[in-house]
């Protein structure tokens, strides 16, 4: 389905299952299809909808201005309460774990439990934002020229995939399809409005999280698992499961010992303690 917001904008949605609500939310070139892909067991259990962020999938790609974090969470929320699933579990993966944050932080009202996997809270220092922001600027390049397939292949030839590369082949390319699927100029406009080059550091905006919340990530991707022990570190009461064997796709590389975390922590997101999930 397709659920309109404020300025014309409209998001693709895919709705499964009953239950409690759980809405997922993807990483940059992938899609909300894709991420419910790979969590098939949710829809036996809960209420499950996947959203393609903007510039993604089936969504609309507006100008980057309009596809800030900021911008997609206020959608989202609004997004739970027209179709009445808020409050609900949020899972995001790296760009979907930053929107989720800001959900959290932003309306605290629609979320019921919080999954983060390989998240960040954005680059605090301005001039480290300002060359990550210079560095996204060659993607868009390439981007504009039209070079989906080149982009496609140049991004996952990035350090912080190289432990995909021990995937099965039909896992690779199936995520490769799920990239090409996508846009040029949508992608584009991503990296413009949300990528961490011009994001808004959330750090300060932690500490008023209430939600019950996870936090994953994999050991192999070293700078990810330190990014995710400061977001857990902000968060009251959060919890941190570093996976070992995986980078910065454990729901990729590991995915039994992900969806046994995923599933163990939803089925009772607001025990008092919740307990150490077993290795």
């Given amino acids: 389905m397709r659920v309109a917001v404020a300025d014309g904008v409209s998001y693709a949605v895919r709705e499964s299952g009953d239950g409690p609500p759980v809405l997922l939310l993807h990483g940059f070139t992938g899609s909300g299809g894709g991420m419910m892909a790979w969590l098939p067991e949710l829809p036996r259990t809960h209420r499950t909808l996947a959203v393609d962020l903007l510039g993604h ?26 179709v009445g699933a808020s409050p609900a579990d949020v899972l995001g993966y790296s760009f979907g774990a930053r929107v989720a944050l800001r959900i959290a932080i932003d309306a605290p009202d629609s979320v019921r439990g919080l ?13 480290a934002r300002m060359a990550r922001r210079d560095a996204d600027q060659r993607w868009v390049e390439q981007l504009r020229r039209g070079d989906l397939d080149g982009f496609v292949r140049d991004w996952a030839a990035q350090p912080i995939f190289a432990s995909q590369r021990h995937l099965p082949d039909a896992v690779r390319e199936r995520v490769a399809q799920e990239r090409a699927a996508n846009h040029a100029d949508g992608l584009a406009a991503s990296l413009l409005g949300a990528g961490q080059g011009v994001m808004a550091p959330l750090h300060d905006g932690l500490g008023r999280i209430t939600a019950p919340t996870l936090v994953v990530s994999g050991q192999l991707d070293a700078r990810g698992t330190k990014r995710a022990a400061e977001v857990a570190a902000g968060i009251p009461g959060a919890i941190h499961e570093p996976i070992l064997g995986a980078g910065h796709t454990p729901h990729l590389e590991t995915p039994e010992r992900f969806r046994d975390l995923v599933m163990s922590f939803l ?8 307990p150490t999930l077993a290795p």
């Fill in 57 to 82: 999938g089936d969504s609309d790609s507006p100008p980057p201005g309009r596809q800030t974090v900021e911008h997609q969470a206020a959608d989202i929320a609004l997004i739970l309460g027209r």
């Fill in 115 to 127: 999954v983060l996997e390989s998240p960040s809270a954005g680059i605090a220092d301005p001039a």
């Fill in 267 to 274: 089925a009772a997101p607001h025990a008092a303690a919740i």
